[in-house]
Nanobody, 116 residues
Framework: QVQLVESGGGLVQPGGSLRLSCAAS????????MGWYRQAPGKQRDMVAT???????NYADSVKGRFTISRDNAKNTVYLQMNSLKPEDTAVYYC??????????WGKGTLVTVSS
């Protein structure tokens, strides 16, 4: 059994910053890709950023230059530093973790609201 615990969401004004964290625990042998996805009301869930076990990153065009994904392999944790936040970044943010030999897991989501 694998558990993902997300934290760091909340309400922030436009131009502000937030840092999301997602810690994986349980029956983990090797974590492969880790990533963040988001889903705004009435829209589909989209990729925000991903990071491989080797540290290669990929970002959605809409967040390039503003968001940074990173991971701490010793802590089985992935982070998303979000700067220069815009109202259109408002969404529920989900962590996704791929574990070798087991599969992909989703967190329960954390709400990010960007509003003045």
């Amino acid at each position: 059994q694998v558990q993902l615990v997300e934290s760091g969401g909340g309400l922030v004004q436009p131009g502000g910053s937030l840092r999301l964290s997602c810690a994986a625990s349980g029956s983990i042998f090797s974590i492969k890709n880790m990533g963040w996805y988001r889903q705004a009301p009435g829209k589909q869930r989209d990729m925000v950023a991903t990071i491989t076990s080797g540290g290669s990153t990929n970002y959605a065009d809409s967040v390039k230059g503003r968001f940074t994904i990173s991971r701490d392999n010793a802590k089985n944790t992935v982070y998303l530093q979000m700067n220069s936040l815009k109202p259109e970044d408002t969404a529920v943010y989900y962590c996704n973790v791929g574990i070798a030999g087991i599969g992909n897991y989703w967190g329960k989501g954390t709400l990010v609201t960007v509003s003045s």
